[in-house]
């Protein structure tokens, strides 16, 4: 599934300039940012209310397709532009982080090995 796909079926909205057609391969939650760095997987989509550079710097450590933020989060600006910079799609959703996974798992997104 690309990252457009899964933005439409959690009403996301995709902040970053590019990513959209990034390849998800599997899916977590987590907010402790060393616990994702350990077990990080390329092409996840990552779920997290986190929204500083360090997430990013997370997410391009494993060339993660997404981060996700739930509850209409969102990360400011330079955030954004080192996630377009790194190729990592930045998404915001108004659901819940539990709500993301669910539909996540309903569309086939398996969890990390």
């Given amino acids: ?3 457009s796909e899964l933005a439409l079926r959690i009403s996301g909205e995709i902040l970053t300039a590019g990513g959209a057609d ?3 391969k599997c899916g977590c939650v ?3 940012l060393s616990w994702v760095m350990a077990k990080g997987e390329e092409g ?3 779920v997290t209310v986190q929204t500083h ?3 990013i710097a997370v997410a391009a450590l494993h060339d993660m397709a997404c981060v996700i933020c739930p509850e209409g989060m969102k990360p400011d600006a330079l955030v954004l532009k ?3 910079d790194e190729g990592i799609a930045v998404v915001t959703s108004g ?4 709500g993301i996974c669910s539909l996540m798992h309903d569309a086939g ?3 990390e090995r």
Avoid: F, G, R, S
């Fill in 1 to 3: 599934m690309k990252v």
């Fill in 22 to 24: 990034n390849e998800i």
């Fill in 30 to 32: 987590c907010d402790l």
């Fill in 44 to 46: 996840c989509a990552w």
């Fill in 53 to 55: 550079m360090n997430v």
């Fill in 82 to 84: 080192k996630a377009e």
């Fill in 95 to 98: 659901m819940t982080a539990y």
């Fill in 109 to 111: 997104i398996a969890p």
